[in-house]
């Protein structure tokens, strides 16, 4: 199998260098490049408001009641419009499974010691913002419009089963004897809450925690120079993702910590580049 990596920033501000980026995943070397070109996207993403997933009832991360604010009814549309810094284009990589399993951390070094900085005091310098994904290529399809024929296959493989809702204390409307069985899916753009603090997140298939010196990164841009690192995990099912913390993640969901349902964390964002027909090309040639 063949997975697919993004790799992505927006330049939030420019002073004068453009940084240099190195990529590695453990001690294998990926790529080197410029960010000459990376300019925040110029529209709002604006997600498809057909996507598949929302229609479901296992999809925890929606209020059925509001309607009033169209097309951005399942979230704050002021949040929408403050999340526009998002890149126009990802470094994209196809990645042989047998380099990934057992991989411990992908890391993306950023040269970026561009500044003003003169005697204690800076006032203008170079600002970035970092996304990246890793996503198996058959399983692209699952967030396309006819995602729900592989929905099994994809729960199987990705989705820790402790997120079904039989595992919650759930008292939700949208919860039958048909589906209390069913993965729940807790759709993301960009934060969660957890006691009522936002926390950077995207939900699979990005990086649901990303670092930034060894400091979890937290602000949507930073300056200077650093590494980026993205924990890596192995599933049982031999499926290869970012570590998306499912102990923590579960505890708090149960304890009731997150403002949302229990649920996996998927990316809306994600959903909304497949439907885009961003991938189409490395769908058609998933096998090579």
């Known amino acids: ?6 790799v992505g920033f927006v330049v939030t501000q420019k002073y004068k260098k453009d940084p240099i980026v190195r990529i590695k995943i453990d001690d294998t070397f990926l790529d080197e490049y410029t960010l000459d070109n990376c300019p925040n996207y110029n529209k709002q993403w604006a997600r498809d408001t057909n996507i598949w997933i929302y229609q479901r009832d296992y999809t925890t991360y929606f209020h059925k009641k509001i309607q009033e604010d169209p097309p951005y ?27 990934l399993k057992s991989k411990k951390l992908l890391e993306v070094e950023v040269q970026n010691a561009d500044s003003n900085y003169t005697n204690g005091f800076m006032t203008k310098s170079t600002l970035l913002d970092f996304f990246t994904f890793l996503v198996p290529i058959p399983f692209i ?61 995207e939900g699979y298939p990005f990086a649901v925690k990303t670092f930034w010196n060894n400091k979890l990164l937290e602000t949507q841009q930073f300056g200077g120079s650093g590494t980026f690192a993205v924990d890596l995990l192995t599933r049982p099912s031999g499926m290869v993702m970012f570590d998306t913390y499912d102990d923590e993640y579960i505890k708090l969901q149960q304890q009731g910590d997150i403002d949302a349902d229990g649920g996996f964390h998927m990316s809306e964002k994600f959903f909304s580049m497949v439907h885009q027909n961003k991938f189409d090309k490395y769908l058609h040639n998933e096998n090579q």
Do not use: C, W
């Not at 419009?81 to 994209?92: R, V």
């Not at 396309?144 to 759930?170: C, V, W």
């Open 73 to 99: 009814a399942l979230f704050n549309t002021k949040e929408v419009q403050a999340d526009s810094q998002f890149p126009t284009n990802f470094k994209l990589y196809v990645l042989d499974e047998d380099k």
């Open 141 to 201: 399809k699952f967030f396309s419009k006819g995602g729900e024929d592989i929905r099994k296959q994809f729960n199987e493989a990705i989705i820790d089963d402790r997120y079904a809702y039989t595992n919650f204390p759930l008292n939700h409307e949208a919860l039958t004897e048909n589906n209390k069985s069913e993965i729940g899916y807790m759709m993301v753009n960009r934060f969660v809450r957890i006691k009522g603090t936002k926390f950077r997140t």
């Open 1 to 6: 199998m063949k997975y697919l990596l993004g």
